[in-house]
């Protein structure tokens, strides 16, 4: 073999660079790079050190009102109950098993917790350290759905496109914000930009190695386990394999080892990212079909007015400012016109992608984008880097160029992101609202809250007492045994009744008689609450702002009509309101008093 060169260089250049060159066409090959060297430089580390200090900062004053829904479920999933009821968002819920796992083992080595029931009592009265567990995760993977992005400009164009789509994937408004949740969606993310690096490498890799078929198939089938739109997926990699065969040669590309292999692998995925498909593959199958039927049929996050292409394109609006805005349009402009194959691959995600989430005007919301960000980073990357190599002149202005213009381009998102950050930097509205109330009324007080159904996701933490809790472990026992249960998250069963039962076996002294609004859904007059002796209402911005749109009124008018009589009814004193600042996110809560 003829080495064409043979050199390593063991010191920082003046550059900041650390370049390790490999020079013979061998090593090249067995790399799988573009081209004939591998650098590993501090821009890129200097670059994810940012994005994890993004990431990581004040998630010990986040809160979501879906962590809950992760966090409790891995709990069930810990005690044994894998929930064939409820088919999405599993492979997240697998990650935070473990690793709750192991904190108990830990706990139980330092004598914590004396055993499996004294660990769950004493965690789901303090759940706090689950939450940062999953807050720290999803900050991690955050961080990696960045460095994702590098390889996969990296493998499709450059190294500098790479590092640009990396850098404006950095300071991704929703993806700070999303990696500061015990939430599936940084996972998301990160999976599915796994995922689509080595379909990537399908494509461009001139090595047709199977290998790089079944990494793509087992994270796509991951993929799909966190959030089923992951099922896009599939037409990147049809893109990718199909396109390496003439047109004429359809049938023969569709008949290969090496799309056997990777439909195996996808199948595999599925099991990794959620086992109990082992054991009732039909109510899977059925949890699909529910879930497509669903979620355009269904109000969840319901845009007013119009369907999600249009909410959608506001969100990109919003999120990328003008001059990000303008270069995206651009970039997918130019994409379609010159229709290269490394461009066509990323279309092959951003466009089916965008056409399913926006089809429906009931599954609407901005997290559901996070997996799209990557993709048209890239290819506002590839763009950018292009028009900027044609400028004429030295390097020297040709980097400042570049240097001034993507300054220009990240000064919205720098302002976006340092408000944000600045957020965090206190206590949220939840724990605000808490230390009011537990200074300030009374304990054992009788409370209407606006809450969930059967756990409190999103009002003030404060405690139940004994009478509350058995009042809503008799309601929910009584819908189970008489099947009226209305549970869309399949959360609630008849072994979930523990996590009362537990509950009732620390109650606090400094707890309340709460009611629950569910979801401001049950609600009575002002009549009734004053006849049955409420003496409080604590009511959420959200829900006197969502139960109070024309669109729900029309539907619900009696719910509307309470709502709006917490402002107008003079037997109601509002005795203080906990607002967001600057420095303290959160809805606002508005605390009345009800006067006989």
């Known amino acids: 073999m003829k080495i064409r060169e043979h050199v390593f260089v063991d010191k920082f250049r003046r550059n900041t660079r650390f370049k390790l060159t ?29 994005a994890f200090i993004l990431r990581i900062w004040g998630i010990w004053n986040a809160t979501s009102q879906d962590e809950y829904n992760e966090v409790f479920e891995a709990l069930r999933v810990c005690s044994g109950n894998l929930n064939f009821e409820r088919w999405f968002k599993r492979f997240y819920l697998y990650i935070l098993t473990v690793e709750y796992g192991v904190y108990y083992v830990i706990g139980w080595i330092f004598n914590l917790f004396q055993s499996p029931n004294d660990f769950a009592v004493k965690i789901l009265r303090d759940p706090y350290p689950l939450f940062m567990l999953g807050r720290i995760t999803s900050a991690v993977l955050g961080t990696g759905s960045v460095f994702l992005t590098y390889l996969v400009g990296r493998q499709l164009y450059s190294r500098s496109v790479g590092l640009i789509a990396a850098l404006f994937l950095c300071f991704n408004v929703v993806n700070v914000e999303l990696s500061h949740y015990a939430r599936v969606d940084a996972c998301l993310g990160f999976v599915v930009m796994a995922a689509f690096y080595w379909i990537a490498k399908v494509t461009f890799d001139d090595r047709q190695s199977l290998l790089w078929y079944i990494f793509a198939g087992i994270l796509s089938g991951i993929a799909f386990q966190n959030k089923m739109q992951a099922v896009v997926l599939l037409f990147p990699f049809a893109f990718a394999h199909f396109s390496r065969f003439p047109w004429k040669e359809f049938r023969k590309a569709l008949f290969t080892k090496a799309v056997f292999v990777f439909s195996m692998s996808y199948l595999l995925g599925l099991v990794i990212g959620n086992p109990a498909v082992i054991f009732a593959p039909v109510s899977f199958v059925n949890g699909l079909v529910s879930w497509g039927s669903g979620a355009y049929t269904t109000p969840v996050n319901e845009t007013v007015g119009t369907i999600g292409y249009i909410a959608y394109f506001q969100y990109f609006y919003k999120e990328l400012g003008i001059p990000q805005a303008l270069l995206a349009l651009v970039s997918l402009a130019l994409a379609l016109f010159h229709r290269q194959k490394r461009d066509l691959l990323l279309l092959s995600f951003i466009l089916p992608f965008y056409g399913l989430m926006g089809a429906s005007k009931y599954l609407v919301s901005y997290s559901y984008m996070i997996p799209l960000m990557p993709f048209l980073y890239l290819l506002m990357a590839r763009t950018l880097n292009d028009n900027l190599n044609w400028f004429p002149g030295f390097s020297s202005r040709k980097q400042l160029v570049t240097t001034v213009t993507l300054m220009v381009l990240l000064v919205y998102p720098l302002v976006k992101v340092g408000g944000l950050e600045q957020s965090f930097a206190g206590k949220n509205t939840r724990v605000l609202a808490k230390e009011w109330i537990e200074e300030n009324i009374p304990f054992g007080s009788k409370i209407l809250m606006d809450s969930g159904k059967t756990i409190n996701s999103f009002a003030p933490l404060i405690a139940e007492n004994e009478v509350s809790i058995r009042r809503t472990l008799d309601r929910k026992r009584n819908e189970i045994e008489t099947n009226t249960l209305n549970d869309p998250t399949k959360m609630v069963d008849s072994s979930s009744m523990k996590y009362f039962e537990m509950l009732l076996q620390t109650v606090p002294l400094e707890s309340y008689d709460i009611t629950s609004t569910q979801f401001g859904l049950a609600v009575k007059n002002i009549d009734y609450y004053l006849i049955n002796s409420y003496q409080y209402i604590i009511a959420s911005d959200g829900m006197m ?52």
């Open 22 to 50: 490999y020079m013979t066409t061998a090593n090249t090959k067995r790399l799988g790079l573009n081209k004939p060297e591998l650098r590993l430089d501090s821009w890129l580390l200097v670059l994810l050190i940012i």
């Open 545 to 596: 702002r969502t139960r109070t749109a024309e669109s729900f009124s029309k539907r619900h008018p009696e719910i509307t009509l309470y709502y709006l009589s917490l402002q107008k009814d003079a037997r109601l004193s509002l005795i203080v309101k906990i607002k967001p600042t600057v420095i303290n996110r959160g809805q606002p809560f508005y605390i009345y008093q009800l006067i006989p």
